[in-house]
Nanobody, 117 residues
Framework: QVQLVESGGGLVQAGGSLRLSCAAS????????MAWYRQAPGKQRELVAS???????NYADSVKGRFTISRDNAASTVYLQMNSVKPEDTAVYYC???????????WGQGTQVTVSS
């Protein structure tokens, strides 16, 4: 099965930046979408950003203009560049993957992002 390895989480001050990475054990040609979700304490997991096989991107309203999702096809890696972070961005961030012609979800273990005020 597909494995996803996340990295880049940590502690950052409000207004700062950090970049999350997610490497997939799957060729990008077989990937329909990759995405970043996050889950804060007491809240449901929510979509942060996604990128399709064709490069189309989608963002949650709360992160538009601050976060950017991108990918390296050769490395089967997706990134989340987080700029102007806010304390409200504090959450565990999870990488998500869907294969072409499939609705099955694959998930990473999650990486903690903590934004201090």
């Amino acid at each position: 099965q597909v494995q996803l390895v996340e990295s880049g989480g940590g502690l950052v001050q409000a207004g700062g930046s950090l970049r999350l990475s997610c490497a997939a054990s799957e060729d990008m040609v077989r990937i329909q979408t990759m995405a970043w979700y996050r889950q804060a304490p007491g809240k449901q997991r929510e979509l942060v950003a996604s990128i399709s096989r064709l490069g189309n991107t989608n963002y949650a309203d709360s992160v538009k203009g601050r976060f950017t999702i991108s990918r390296d096809n050769a490395a089967s890696t997706v990134y989340l560049q987080m700029n102007s972070v806010k304390p409200e961005d504090t959450a565990v961030y999870y990488c998500n993957l869907r294969k072409i012609f499939s609705s099955r979800d694959y998930w990473g273990q999650g990486t903690q992002v903590t934004v201090s005020s």
